[in-house]
């Protein structure tokens, strides 16, 4: 680790060298620490700049991409003189100026399987802002598997996530177990995004960046942030036994690309499975001469407070791995709580080639609500 604080850095860091916590041990270790930001756009860009401005000496900045027009207006350690270069040399020119003795390495290739873990040894925490969800997986994954710290954020419309995971403290797959097929989740390009959301969020993920580098930080969490309401909400993040990346039985132990290729919408086919039904639709099926068969996605101690007859119970991390249990030839009924997990998973079946999987919309909230008042609400 850096062992001295000059004059000049006294001065220059003196402000936040005051808040406790910090001090001049503090502000050694922000000079010391290595850290990768992955993806300099939205997020990347204000993550990039705030910890470079707090002193950190080595920053990697992982993109493949170069500087369009249609970044600016949220991408801010771009602009117009740097239109058509790399967003890593762009990134490190920007960087330079607000921490002239900052130590940039570029990794143009950005993420890739082949890669990441030979990226990832050179450096001792990783900012995640990428945009895609092969991306955010593989980085995700990899961490995980190198006892990385890893901090993550997204952004859509007035809305965002800032996580933090840490080593053994439980991972993104144990909140988000598989990766969603994309043609269900819309992207910022669809769906529109101000700077200042970007702004928000990436400038959070540095102050989490730095709190993990103070040692500030023991526990995973997931804070969702809704900028239009004005609201922020933390989730304590729990090591999921189940988890197929850190649960005690993973599926997921190597880097293998093939689990990362950015999946393609499959071309529309004739399809007269509906994706969501109704409560009422629901029960009708389940009554008919051809039941479904009724799959509870829920955690068993939610199953074991109350179920709908007949339901299988398969906890949504473990669907991947129990795909064996589940029929191709049958029609199937996806619930959960309320409709969310069960739609995640419905997707995930329907791209596994389970073309009859349909959700429940409502879940069993609305079922205890519409059918059956003997099943308690909670
Ligand atoms: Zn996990």
């Known amino acids: 680790m850096e062992s001295h604080l000059g004059e000049h850095e006294r001065t220059l860091f003196g402000r936040q060298m005051r808040i406790p916590g910090v001090g001049e041990v503090g502000q050694l270790k922000i000079k ?15 993550a990039a700049m705030y910890l470079a401005a707090a002193g950190v000496m080595t920053l990697g900045v992982a993109d493949p991409d170069e500087v369009e027009l249609s970044n600016l207006h949220r991408q801010i350690l771009h602009g117009f003189d740097t239109l058509g270069l790399p967003k890593t040399i762009s990134a490190a020119e920007a ?19 082949e890669t990441i873990s030979e990226l990832l040894s050179r450096y001792d925490l990783v900012l995640d802002g990428t945009d895609n969800f092969a991306t955010r997986y593989l980085i995700a994954d ?10 993550h954020g997204s952004v859509l419309r007035h809305e965002g996530q800032v996580g933090v995971f840490l080593p053994k403290c439980g991972c993104y797959r144990c909140v988000y177990p598989m990766m969603p097929d994309p043609a269900s ?53 729990k090591p999921d036994v189940h988890c197929p990346l850190c649960g005690s039985n993973p599926t997921i132990q190597s880097i293998r690309s093939e689990r990362y290729q950015p999946t393609t919408c499959p071309a529309p086919m004739m399809n007269d499975v509906p994706l969501e039904v109704s409560v009422e639709q629901a029960r009708d099926l389940l009554q008919s001469d051809n039941p479904p068969l009724l799959i509870d996605v829920r955690e068993p101690d939610e199953y074991a407070h109350c179920r709908i007859a007949h339901a299988k119970l398969i906890p949504m991390a473990s669907v991947p791995e129990r795909l064996s249990e589940i029929p191709q030839n049958r029609p199937l009924l996806v619930h959960c709580h309320h409709g969310g997990r069960s739609l995640r998973v419905t997707q995930f079946l329907r791209s596994k080639g389970y073309k009859m999987a349909t959700n429940v919309k409502g879940g069993i909230d609305a079922w205890s609500l519409k059918i059956d008042p003997q099943v308690p609400r909670y």
């Open 32 to 46: 010391s620490a290595r850290i990768l930001v992955v993806g300099a756009g939205g997020l990347g860009s204000p």
């Open 95 to 113: 960087l330079s100026e607000i921490n002239p003795g900052i130590r940039i390495a570029l990794h143009p290739e950005g993420a890739k399987p």
């Open 142 to 151: 990899a961490c995980v598997l190198a006892q990385k710290p890893l901090v």
């Open 185 to 237: 989740v819309p992207t910022c390009a669809e769906s529109g995004v101000f700077g200042a959301t970007c702004g928000v969020i990436g400038s959070w993920m540095a102050s989490e960046a730095l709190a993990i580098v103070l040692g500030q930080r023991t526990q995973s969490r997931l804070q969702i942030v809704d900028v239009a309401g004005g609201t922020a909400k933390v989730l304590q993040i």
